[in-house]
């Protein structure tokens, strides 16, 4: 299985802030890089997949970048309705890995 | 608005089979090329794929694709009549206790596999 790893496993930021996660993944997997969101109590929400296609409906203070084995989640400008634990997720081969979670708090 | 919806017992027994059920609403869970899937979440814990079910149009290769460390004991099918998927776990034990989502991936047409509607989960507790 390909092993995914995310950076930091948790962060405290300020409302405004710009929020960089990254995820490192154990082969090279091109883009077929996926992050959720998953506010507490909910199931997980599509944000980007491809490594930088945003899902309709998502807001554009969100993007994702890379290839390869390295990626990365920007929030451009935090808000308070992005407190969630943001997972990567590979889709390049069976079966579909995830990482372990980057909890973002409000500072 | 396509929506999944999980349900089934939210207790098993160790030993016993866990069977949950995802109801798909606002699309035909026939139509379209699309992989009906099921993942998993232990209490405070990272996501798990379970495996996945294909609909569409090609009779070319097993419909059905699990997660190697638990193939032997799931099966996941489909019952077109009602709209509905479900998901087998035979001989569980207290680490599949896991809240349980059932989600769609449309990855078949364009390539791309993501999961992009997701039920709402339900907590399966293994015990006796």
């Known amino acids: 299985d390909i092993q995914m790893t995310q950076s930091p496993s948790s962060l405290s930021a300020s409302v405004g802030d710009r929020v960089t996660i990254t995820c490192r993944a154990s082969?090279?997997?091109?883009?077929?890089l996926n992050w959720y969101q998953q506010r507490r109590g909910q199931a997980p929400k599509l944000l980007i997949y491809a490594a930088s296609s945003l899902q309709s409906g998502v807001p554009s203070r969100f993007s994702g970048s890379g290839s390869g084995t390295d990626f990365t989640l920007t929030i451009s400008s935090l808000q308070p309705e992005d407190i969630a634990t943001y997972y990567c997720?590979?889709?390049?081969?069976?079966?579909?890995?995830f990482g372990q979670g980057t909890k973002v708090e409000i500072k | 608005q396509v929506q999944l919806q999980e349900s089934g017992p939210g207790l098993v027994k160790p030993s016993q089979t866990l069977s949950l059920t995802c109801t798909v609403s606002g699309g035909s869970i026939s139509s379209g090329n699309y992989y009906w899937t099921w993942i998993r979440q232990p209490a405070g814990k990272g996501l798990e794929w379970i495996g996945r079910f294909y609909t569409g149009p090609s009779t070319n290769y097993d419909p059905s694709l699990y997660n190697p460390s638990l193939k032997s004991r799931v099966i996941i099918s489909l019952d077109t009549s009602k709209n509905q998927f479900s998901l087998k776990l035979t001989s569980v034990t207290a680490a599949d206790t896991a809240v349980y989502y059932c989600?769609?991936?449309?990855?078949?047409?364009?390539?791309?596999?993501?999961?992009?509607?997701w039920g709402q989960g339900t907590l399966v507790t293994v015990s006796s």
């Open positions: 082969q090279s997997i091109s883009s077929y």
């Open positions: 997720q590979q889709s390049y081969n069976t079966p579909p890995t």
């Open positions: 989600a769609r991936d449309p990855g078949y047409s364009s390539g791309w596999h993501y999961f992009d509607y």
